[in-house]
């Protein structure tokens, strides 16, 4: 071989060695492979839990093997996997409660908030995880134990009073008492049967504590004032001479302003011209003290309206919560609100426009279709729903009793508290509704419909005879309410 064909031959291996790691890095990495989940990957399984073989889907989901797994790597997963992740979790229900509750136990801070977070989120769905949330309490309270990541609190919370039973128990330690007290007082009255059903007493502070607790449930009996706190503020003020005193607490809130001293009428007409400042602090105060001055700021109506369209979201929010609090009067904006409840993506914004829109009432029939669905919608947020079942018993009460009716078994327990009380403000006429309800075959609704009888017998007294006549009832708390109705008539 000359040296001439040496370098041709060395030159050309040159190239095709140039030529083959060029291609290898141009390729793009390949992409790991999805985890599978009993035999499918996240996307697969989403597909099947959405077609019309969704039932035998989740079957195969809830094995003893398949849900762990699943929870564990939903949990660890990437944002956008573990998203996918979640729902399916949340579509499985009860299995994943346990998984879940193990996984609440971890040290790792993400893992176990987000496991709290679904749990939260499973509403009765996840009662068989409330021991393991129960020993979480104790354990925060344990130095010689693992420290918690989480505060397991918010979760019993939410999953509502079946967690009753296994959190009276920690009444008893002076150390635990506080944290069962703040879970049970989110319970109302559904949890006195659990504290009625104490054996003994530790010591004669246990005792003071629980009959303490007990009686300030009960108190959840009673009526619920309707009024906003401005109605009541300036119930019987003579707004041309009495001074509105409090409304603005901060001492250059109130400089900036200038309306110390001044009859309330004055102040409104000054908060009024505040509103079309140039300043947006100074507007958006001017707008959040109208709203405490409740129907006395009617005549600061024609600035407020105008003010709904404004690219200030907190000014908005400000205006809007003060239509609310002018209430009736304010029914010609009714319109807009409506539409800005349908348009807007923001729970904030629309938690806030619902409860606006209830103020006004009547005025905001043409908002029901939207307001209903949010009602009807599981995967809404809890809060949002609240806001706007109080808002359709306040704007059509004849009209939405059989929405309400329908919420009284809701797999999240805040929900059928929420729709329980807001049958309640649409006064006699939930009677035959509640009636009804205390015939269902779902515990839950009975339930809820016995507080409602036993609230509304506080003004109308054939409310908790209908309750008292009614059939005995097997249901722990539906009898307890039973016997209370009994005593009253």
């Known amino acids: 071989m000359n040296s001439r064909t040496a370098i041709v031959r060395a030159v050309s291996a040159l190239a095709i060695a140039a030529a083959l790691l060029i291609a290898c890095a141009e390729r793009p990495p390949e992409k790991p492979a999805a985890p599978t989940f009993a035999g499918a990957t996240v996307e697969e399984w989403r597909d099947r839990l959405s077609g019309p073989d969704a039932a035998v889907a989740a079957e195969k989901l809830r094995t003893p093997d398949a849900v762990p797994v699943l929870v564990a790597a939903g949990l660890r997963a990437d944002p956008e996997v573990a998203m996918e992740t979640e729902r399916i979790i949340l579509a499985l229900g009860e299995p994943a409660a346990q998984p879940l509750a193990k996984e609440a136990a971890s040290t790792d801070h993400n893992r176990s908030a987000r496991a709290i977070y679904l749990l939260s989120r499973m509403g009765d769905s996840a009662c068989g995880a409330v021991p393991q949330l129960v020993e979480l309490i104790r354990r925060g309270h344990q130095q010689s134990k693992k420290p918690i990541a989480v505060n397991p609190e918010p979760a019993l919370t939410d999953i509502g009073p079946c967690a009753a039973p296994d959190l009276v128990p920690l009444l008893a330690d002076e150390e635990l008492r506080e944290s069962a007290i703040d879970v049970l007082e989110h319970y109302g009255v559904q949890a006195v049967p659990a504290l009625l059903a104490i054996g003994e007493f530790a010591d004669e502070e246990h005792r003071d504590v629980v009959r303490g607790l007990e009686s300030s449930l009960r108190m959840e009996l009673r009526l619920p004032d309707l009024r906003t706190a401005a109605a009541i503020r300036v119930e019987g003020i003579d ?144 809060p949002l729903r609240i806001d706007t079942i109080f808002a359709l018993a306040r704007i059509d009460p004849g009209g939405q009793q059989d929405l309400l009716a329908s919420l009284l078994s809701d797999t999240r327990w805040p929900i059928r508290r929420t729709a329980a009380e807001a049958l309640v403000i649409t006064g006699p006429i939930a009677i035959g509704t509640l009636q009804h309800s205390l015939e269902s075959d779902d515990p839950r609704t009975r339930r809820m419909a016995a507080i409602g009888l036993l609230k509304l017998g506080t003004k109308y007294p054939f409310a908790q005879d209908v309750l008292a006549q009614s059939a005995p009832d ?16």
Request: charged share 30%; aromatic share 4%; net charge negative.
């Open 239 to 382: 707004p041309e001479h009495d001074v509105l005193r409090g409304i603005v607490e901060d001492e250059d809130d109130l400089e900036l302003l200038g309306i110390e001293d001044m009859p309330a009428t004055s102040a409104v007409t000054r908060l009024r011209n505040h509103l079309a400042s140039s300043d947006p602090v100074r507007r958006r105060l001017a707008a959040r003290t109208l709203a405490k001055f409740g129907p006395l700021a009617q005549p600061a109506l024609p600035e407020l309206e105008s003010l709904l369209d404004t690219d200030d979201m907190h000014l908005r929010w400000a205006v809007i919560s003060a239509l609310g609090e002018i209430g009736e009067p304010a029914a010609d904006t009714a319109p807009r609100l409506a539409e800005l409840y349908d348009q807007s993506t923001n729970i904030e914004s629309r938690r806030r426009t619902a409860w606006a829109l209830g103020r006004i009432g009547w005025a905001s029939r043409d908002a029901v279709g939207d307001l209903g669905e949010t009602a009807l919608d599981t995967s809404a947020s809890t």
């Open 474 to 489: 097997d249901d722990e708390f539906v009898a307890w309410a039973q016997s209370i109705a009994l005593q009253t008539d």
